[in-house]
């Protein structure tokens, strides 16, 4: 109670019981019903049940997998839903991709060229007006100096041209208005982990932050990633990682990955300790993620 009194909100995750007699249940602000534990019948059944006892609580239905299993959690009632179906992409073969999808994706393609020079950063940001001043906004609100940055190529120069390429990215990406506003939280989330997994190796760290931020690209454009990833002149290490998890930065974003299904025992910690992570770390890195992810998305609002 102390700290809902501080104002957290306070989560009762994986529920699976068949009744709601849980002792947490009058303390917490939300239950996170697991999904495929029930039938259909006895799901309705729980939610009823819930609602009509804890009218305060936030109903969440977790590990959504299809649009049939959204459905039945809307007519059951929940609040709120989570799931890898509400990131996976409706792909629609033979479609061609709109204008302003093609436009994002050869400014992607540029920014991702492993040896892009600043000007050429510079001048494809420039072509997004919108684009441009958010980022400058984005690095002013992130910086550790008194004089503003007023020019592209400043930015470039305070923070790094491959930080700022992943800004630019994660900014063009949200750019997608048909697009749940969750989606480019949760990319950023995913490239913030993978990022701070490898916190000891800057090289690293940024093709792991790339590598969790397209591992969303199916869903932002609607197209098989590997389609999409032929179309961009990615570093290989990136490629690789993003179609078959292999390598250093695929270990990274297996991880990211598991992390975020509430997987950790099925983290292959083999391949991490190769490249000298820990579990301490990967709880560090976590946490630092979660902060890191949320001033990004402050800063970044228009």
């Known amino acids: 109670m102390l700290l809902r009194q501080q104002g957290f909100t306070i989560a009762l995750d994986d529920y699976a019981e068949e009744d709601i007699e849980h002792p947490y249940l009058p ?38 997998e299809t649009a049939t299993e959204l459905s039945c959690c809307q007519r059951a009632g929940c609040d709120l839903f989570q799931g890898y179906f509400l ?3 409706q792909i629609i073969h033979g479609a061609t991709l709109v204008t302003d999808r093609i436009a994002i994706l050869k400014l992607i393609a540029t920014l991702s060229k492993p040896d892009v020079s600043v000007r050429e950063i510079s001048t494809a940001i420039e072509y997004d007006p919108t684009l441009g001043v958010r980022l400058l906004r984005l690095v002013n609100n992130t910086k550790q100096r008194q004089a503003d940055i007023t020019s592209l190529e400043q930015a470039v120069g305070l923070v790094g041209p491959q930080r700022i390429r ?25 490239a ?20 969790g931020l397209f591992s969303y690209l199916e869903a932002f454009f609607d197209r098989p990633l590997v389609e999409l990833v032929e179309s961009l002149p990615l570093h290989a290490s990136i490629t690789r990682a993003l179609l078959t998890r292999a390598g250093p930065v695929g270990a990274l974003l297996e991880t990211a990955i598991r992390l975020e299904s509430e997987s950790w ?21 976590d946490r630092r993620a979660r902060q890191t992810a949320r001033e990004l998305q402050a800063n970044a609002r228009p």
């Open 166 to 190: 992943s800004l630019a990215t994660l900014l063009a990406l949200s750019e997608m208005e048909d697009k749940p506003e969750s989606l480019p939280q949760s990319a950023l989330a995913r």
């Open 27 to 64: 303390l917490v602000d939300i239950v996170k019903l697991e999904y495929p534990h029930y039938c259909d019948d006895a799901f309705e059944r729980i939610v009823q049940q819930l609602r009509q006892r804890y009218p305060h609580l936030k109903i969440l239905a977790e590990k959504l």
């Open 87 to 89: 990131a996976r992409p």
């Open 192 to 211: 913030c982990l993978c990022r701070e997994l490898a916190a000891g190796d800057p090289a690293l760290a940024e093709k792991a932050f790339i590598s």
């Open 265 to 285: 025992d099925e983290i292959t910690w083999p391949r991490l300790q190769l490249i000298g992570i820990q579990a301490e770390d990967v709880r560090a890195a």
